[in-house]
């Protein structure tokens, strides 16, 4: 119990370390997506391969909002499964060699880091085709503003009337 307040009561769930990256086989993903929210028979290999008391511990920083940084003792063959949301965005690089990143069966992001012993996985998070279309949206979109005040005020040159007079 870490916290009391009449019937409120707050427990630690006691685990051999917290992280969000879990080192598996892949045969231990999900292998397919479950049907509704009691099928839990595809998680079970999942969740044992989190709960594996020999898995090797990976710690996870975020150096940046876009940048997460995994390290830890890699097995050859070893996938690491993030619970992080999977999109397109997401790239990775073990010593700057792209790796293949992927969804799992419930969504969440999977690294092939083919490395073995003490890895560092670089991921980073540039958005992918979406977040670069807004990008140049925006700045479409500032110059189209920027165009249009410039355009304006040639125009009342043009007609003679001083660029004072358009605050008023």
């Known amino acids: 119990m870490l916290w009391r307040d009449g019937d409120d009561v707050i427990y630690e769930v006691p685990w051999r370390y917290y992280s969000l990256a879990h080192a598996m086989e892949p045969g231990d993903l999900v292998a397919r997506t479950p049907a ?3 099928d839990t028979q595809p998680l079970i290999p ?20 876009e940048t997460m940084t995994i390290t830890g003792n890699l097995k050859p063959g070893q996938i690491v499964s993030m619970q992080e949301n999977a999109d397109p965005g997401w790239h990775a690089a073990v010593d700057g060699s ?21 890895c560092t996985i670089e991921l980073h998070y540039d958005g992918g085709g979406e977040m670069r279309a ?5 700045r479409g979109a500032i110059a189209g503003s920027l165009l249009w005040v410039l355009l304006g005020a040639l125009r009342r040159v043009a007609h003679g009337r001083p660029l004072e007079a358009a605050a008023g």
Request: glycine share 6%; charged share 20%.
């Open 36 to 38: 509704h929210g009691v």
């Open 46 to 65: 999942y969740v044992a391969a989190i709960e594996r008391p020999d898995a090797p511990e990976l710690q996870v920083r975020w150096p940046d909002n």
């Open 134 to 138: 807004a990008h140049w949206i925006n």
């Open 98 to 118: 792209a790796r293949r990143v992927f969804a799992d069966k419930l969504g969440l992001l999977a690294v092939v880091p083919n490395c073995s012993g003490n």
